[in-house]
T-cell receptor, first 110, second 113 residues
Framework: EADIYQTPRYLVIGTGKKITLECSQT?????MYWYQQDPGMELHLIHY???????EKGDLSSESTVSRIRTEHFPLTLESARPSHTSQYLC?????????FGPGTRLTVT | QKEVEQDPGPLSVPEGAIVSLNCTYS??????FMWYRQYSRKGPELLMY????GNKEDGRFTAQVDKSSKYISLFIRDSQPSDSATYLC?????????????FGAGTILRVKS
């Protein structure tokens, strides 16, 4: 079982608030990813990193930002949450051909 | 057109049935093929991966890849209620080149006891 953690698991927040979703892994993987998943829809890649100080935007346009200061930590920040940000956010890390996911953060913006 | 197509289901089967889950894809550069299982309110869990064409078996699960038809399958034998979940296919070009996984939308499977 992969050791990848996300906090909080559930978050309800008002419009305009700044939020940070935490993701950490203890496996020492260089490659890490953030996905957005809506019910019945495929996972959309919003950010990825191939190592410390490396971050890239994914295929889905997102108003979020990420940082990678330490190998094990890959937080995602929304500067001003909006109802359109309501979704499930999944963090993942990868080694070789195996990609592991965290449990996800379900975000609701009211 | 989506790169990866997957029937969303739901697929409902009785306990003990053989289940067939499928994906089609359009990108001939895909070389690695994965199946993930996702329970409600959890993250996806890697079940199996295969490289290029052929079959791979792991317990009750068999993954098949037919690159000539751009078609992959996951078979579940002797299905159990605990197999009820959403199954996602995922695929990628050569990962050494930094290619990222492309996911299907997932098929909901319900196994009834």
């Amino acid at each position: 079982e992969a050791d990848i953690y996300q906090t909080p698991r559930y978050l309800v927040i008002g419009t305009g608030k700044k939020i940070t979703l935490e993701c950490s892994q203890t496996m020492g993987h260089d490659k890490m990813y953030w996905y957005q998943q809506d019910p019945g829809m495929e996972l959309h890649l919003i950010h990825y990193s191939y190592g410390v100080n490396s971050t890239e935007k994914g295929d889905l346009s997102s108003e979020s930002t990420v940082s990678r200061i330490r190998t094990e930590h890959f937080p995602l920040t929304l500067e001003s949450a909006r109802p359109s940000h309501t979704s499930q956010y999944l963090c993942a890390s990868r080694v070789a051909y195996e990609q592991y996911f965290g449990p996800g953060t379900r975000l609701t913006v009211t | 057109q989506k790169e990866v197509e997957q029937d969303p289901g739901p697929l409902s089967v009785p306990e003990g049935a053989i289940v067939s889950l499928n994906c089609t894809y359009s990108n001939s550069a895909f070389q690695y093929f994965m199946w993930y299982r996702q329970y409600s309110r959890k993250g996806p869990e890697l079940l199996m991966y295969t490289y290029s064409s052929g079959n791979k078996e792991d317990g009750r699960f068999t993954a098949q890849v037919d690159k000539s038809s751009k078609y992959i399958s996951l078979f579940i034998r002797d299905s159990q209620p605990s197999d009820s979940a959403t199954y996602l296919c995922a695929m990628s070009g050569y990962m050494e080149y930094g290619n990222k996984l492309v996911f299907g939308a997932g098929t909901i499977l319900r196994v009834k006891s």
